[in-house]
């Protein structure tokens, strides 16, 4: 089994930046891809960045240039810069290993306009 522990979330205006984090515990050798993920009221999760062991990244059309992910062994993080008010949204953490995805509790973040 694979822990992952967010954290980071909060409130921000519009404009403003946020760094999320997800530390992953448990039976983490040969985790593969870790990233984030998020859901809206009313609306389906969304990819929002993705990265591999090898550092290859993966982002929503949405969030490039805005968002950058990293990753430091089996912490990754979200930095969030110029956000907007549809960036409102829980943020999951995900990580794959052996094709098993495993997944956080999430973490809120309000952007208000």
């Known amino acids: 089994q694979v822990q992952l522990v967010e954290s980071g979330g909060g409130l921000v205006q519009a404009g403003g930046s946020l760094r999320l984090s997800c530390a992953a515990s448990?039976?983490?050798?040969?985790?593969?891809?870790m990233g984030w993920y998020r859901q809206s009221p009313g609306k389906r999760s969304e990819l929002v960045a993705t990265?591999?062991?090898?550092?290859i990244t993966n982002f929503a059309d949405s969030v490039k240039g805005r968002f950058t992910i990293s990753r430091d062994n089996y912490t990754v993080y979200l930095q969030m810069n110029s956000l907007k008010p549809e960036d409102t949204a829980v943020y999951y953490c995900?990580?794959?290993?052996?094709?098993?995805?495993?997944w956080g509790e999430g973490t809120l973040v309000t952007v208000s306009s």
């Open positions: 995900n990580a794959i290993r052996y094709g098993i995805n495993y």
């Open positions: 448990g039976d983490i050798f040969s985790i593969n891809t």
């Open positions: 990265i591999t062991t090898g550092r």
